[in-house]
C-alpha cells in the first residue's frame, strides 16, 4: 500500500463538496464501476457530484446508468464551476494522470486532488493518494471506503457498480487477483443487492454479432512465438470496419487468446482511430508484463498491463517482440 490511508481519504471526501471524478481512458468495467458508484454515494451525502471520463464510454456498461451519471457537464460548464467554488477532483482506478486524457487539465484545476487506486505502477500523484496494489480492482477500494465512511449508503446501485468493477477486474474471480478478500466483498455486495448473474449477462452476454466475429477473425490471424510460449495478435482500423466495430468490441479478445495451453503470455495490438497502437499485455504464471508495458511508458499489473505505442502496426509489433526477445532469451519461432 502506498499513500495516506484510507481513513485519511474519507475525512477529506467527507468535507468534500463539490466533487469532479476522473478516471482512466479506454474505461473498463472497474473504472466505469467506480465512477457510478461514486456519484451514487456521493450524492446520496448531499454533495453536488460529476463524473468526467475521456472519450466515449462503452455501451456495455450502459446498464450502470452511466448515460445519466457520466459526461453529464461539458468542459466549459466544468471550467466555469471549477472556477466558481473549491472543487475537490478525485482520479480513482488511473495509473497516472496523463491517463485522464482529454480531463486532465480540469483534474489539474481542482482546489484539491485525491487519487484512489490499484494499479502498482501507481507512483501517487494528486496532492493525496491511495494505492492499494492488493486489491483486485479500485471497485473494491472503494468498498473499503464506503464502509469507512457511512455503510448504510451502498444501496443496491452503488453495490451493483462495484460488483461490475470486482467482476470485471478479477475475470469473473478467476485471475491471480482474486484474494479471498475479493470473494468476502463480492459476497457482501450480493447481500446489499448487487445481482451476479444480471450483472454477468450485461457485461458479457450483450455483444452485438460483428464483436463476436471480429473475435474469430483476430484469434484466426493470432501468431504463437517462442515455443508456444506468447500469442500475439491484431486488431486493425480495416478488422473493425469489416465486422461493422467499434474500438469497445475488442473487449474480451485476450481473454479468449489466454485460453492456449502453452501461452505464458499474450500481446493483442489494437490500432486506435488517432493512430497510434495500443497494446494489451496479459501473463499467465507470473509472466511480467507489467516490465513491459513500463518500458514503453504503460503500466498496470504483473499479469495485465498495457501501453500506448506511436507508430504503425508492424513497427509497434516488432518492438514489443524486440522486448520479449530480451526478456525471454529465445529464439521468435
Ligand atoms: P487493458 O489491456 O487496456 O485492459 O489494460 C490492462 C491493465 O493495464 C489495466 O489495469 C489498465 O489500467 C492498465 N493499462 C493499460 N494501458 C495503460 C497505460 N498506457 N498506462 C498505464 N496503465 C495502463
Ligand atoms: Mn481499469
Ligand atoms: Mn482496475
Known sequence: MKGSGIATIAVRLRQADPVFLFTHEFADGDALGSMVALVLYLRSLGKEVYAFVPGKVQTVYRFLGTDDLINTLTLLEAETRIRQSKVTCLSADAADVDRLGEWKQLFLAGAERLVLDHHDTNAGFGDMFFVDETASSCCEVLYELFTVMDASRIDRLVASALYTGLVSDTGSFQYANTKAQSLIHGARLIALGACPDEISRSIYE????????????????????YNGQVVIARVTRAMLQQFDSIDEDTE???????RVNSTRAVVLLKEAADGTIKVSLRGKYGFDVKRIATTFGGGGHLLAAGCTIESNVDEAEERVLAELDRYLGLSRI
Open 206 to 225: 450483450a455483444k452485438p454479432y460483428g464483436a463476436l466475429r471480429l473475435m474469430g477473425s483476430c484469434v484466426a490471424s493470432s501468431r504463437l512465438l
Open 252 to 258: 474480451g479478445i485476450t481473454d479468449e487468446l489466454r
